[in-house]
Every structure is written in C-alpha cells, then in structure tokens.
C-alpha cells in the first residue's frame, strides 16, 4: 500500500470526547511550528505525544514538498533555516486565525470551547484567579483557562509575542489608557516598616518623599519613569537607596527599614512587617486595565473570558 493510501486510511484524530477533530490546516504545519519553537524533534514529539519517528516524517514531506530545507542540526537539536524563519511568523498567524476559526465553529451550537491564556498581576492573583476558574468551571467546561502571573512589564511582553491571549496590567497614568477596559483605580502608597511615623498619619504629601531613601524599580520601568516625571514637575530629589525589580524584593527591603517603596495596594498591606500611607498632593494613581493580544485571534471562548474577568472586578470593588 502507498504512503498516499495509507494516509487515507488512517483513523481521523479526535478530541477528548472522541469527537473527530475539525481542522481547516494541514497538521503537518502545526507539527513544523512546534519543532520550531521546541528546538529538538524529540522535545516535539513530548509536546505533541507523538512519536519521534511520526514528526520527523511530517518535516521532511514539508521539505520535500517546499523544494527547501527547513531545519538544520545542531549538537543540541535544531534550528530554522533562514527560509523557515521568514515563513514561521506568517504561518503561526495562519494558524493561529485557523484555531480560532475551528474553536468558534464548534462553538457556535452550544458553550464556547477551547484555550484562554490569562496572565495577572500578582495583586490580581488572589482577587481573581480562585474566583474566575470556579466560575468557569461552572459556566463553560469546554473552556480551559491557563493562567500566569508576572509583573506589569512581563505580561505585556507575553501578550506582544502572543504568548497570552489577555492580560491584567497597569498603567501608570490616565494619558497612556487606551481602548482597554478599565477593571480598577488604584492609589501609590509609600510603604515601611511598621512603627514608622512618617507613615502613622495614613497619608503623605508627595513633596515629603523628597531626600527619602527609597527603593525602586531599575531604569527602564514604567514607574521609575512616571517619579522622574514627577521630581522633576515639583522639584523634588529622590534618593534611591537600592534597586529591586520585583514588588516582593522591594517589600522586603522597606520591612526591614533600609528604603521606602512605592507601590499600589489593591488588597491592603500584604505584610504585618510594613506600614503604607496614600500619597497625595497631589494624588497618584494606577489603572488596572484588561489588555488584549494583538498577535492572538479572539475567539468565544476569550470573549466570555473577558466579560467574566470585568464581572468579577466590578463585584469586588462593590461589594
């Protein structure tokens, strides 16, 4: 029998309820970009739960049928020929659009269905994570959630590269909001140990952080550039003490009295070790917004996601 008659008679693939697949793409371009982004066959065939034999295969008909090679070896796995990596990015967009076709299809007759990739602030985390897969788990069981956390600047990165579908980041003032759903304001609080008395009032007026030693995020960040911004409008001179990339580190440093931190605190001080007061005159705050990719195809399923997402954050905030 021909390899052609072979795989004609091949079982079509299925889904988890055993439900032949819906594909509108060759797989064989699926397979490719895995083993692209994989840099090893075998790496690819554990993603895929194939075997090795089965995705070697499917490159070398695409090669044969491209006319060029399309990986070259190396003593770690392989890597793109310069061929392959102009057509990747067009191709992870075809397939991508091909998904969300697929996905809305068989959502059309019933529950959405499918893949949503959600990235939060770790302030979101315990507000919205538990909250929102129970509630998708309840509403929407075709729908799976894979749910990441990171700071602000990660997840943006993520959601440009189309490594997540939506995201909840900040921004830093009303004049970078775009056409995202706004889910919170949140203010900048001066943060130290606890006991200070610079904190005790509950408030501070932003031209008392003046000569303070603080501890901020490195250049470039979002925040470290919005406090230059700011001393240089009132004349201020903030002293960084020390440098820490992450809320957590700077936490730590402020609990133990060797720098202030700036930050917002949606859920209360997340520490009995530190003190906050709200910064004002004038007030500062943050937008919590919901980001979409714009590399990643919306689907129903994101959609419903997104919708639930906003829900949730308008019933916290009121209740």
Not at 199 to 221: E, F, K, N, T, Y
């Amino acid at each position: 029998m021909s390899a052609k008659a072979r795989r004609s008679h091949a079982p079509p693939a299925t889904d988890r309820e055993g439900v032949p697949a819906l594909s509108v793409v060759d797989h064989r371009w699926k397979v490719l970009l895995c083993v692209a982004e994989a840099g090893s066959l075998s790496k690819a065939a554990l993603v895929l739960a194939k075997p090795q034999s089965m995705v070697s295969r499917a490159v070398a008909q695409l090669e044969r049928e491209c006319g060029e090679r399309l990986f070259v070896r190396t003593g770690r796995g392989v890597l793109p020929t310069e061929f392959a990596t102009q057509m990747l990015p067009r191709l992870a967009r075809l397939l991508g659009d091909a998904d969300a076709l697929v996905e809305d299809m068989r959502s059309a007759r019933g529950q959405p269905l499918g893949d949503v990739r959600l990235g939060l602030l770790p302030s979101a985390v315990r507000r919205l994570a538990g909250p929102l897969a129970l509630a998708v788990r309840e509403r929407w069981p075709g729908v799976r959630l894979h749910l990441v956390e990171g700071a602000s600047a990660t997840l943006e990165e993520q959601l440009r590269e189309g490594r997540l579908d939506i995201a909840v980041v900040l921004r830093e003032d009303a004049a970078s909001l775009r056409d995202e759903r706004l889910l919170a304001r949140v203010p900048l609080h001066l943060i130290g140990p606890h006991g200070d008395a610079l904190l005790a009032g509950g408030q501070i007026a932003l031209a008392r952080l003046s000569g303070l030693p603080l501890v901020l995020p490195a250049r470039p960040h979002l925040l470290r550039a919005r406090l230059d911004r700011l001393a240089t409008e009132h004349g201020l001179q903030l002293q960084v003490a020390s440098e820490a990339d992450s809320v957590q580190l700077q936490y730590e440093v402020a609990a133990v009295g060797a720098g202030y931190a700036i930050a917002s605190l949606g859920a209360g001080v997340p520490d009995g070790r530190l003190a906050a007061a709200r910064i004002v005159q004038p007030e500062l705050e943050r937008f919590v917004v919901l980001a979409e990719s714009p590399r990643r195809p919306h689907t129903r399923a994101t959609r419903e996601v997104m919708a639930l997402v906003c829900e949730l954050a308008v019933a916290q905030d009121t209740g």
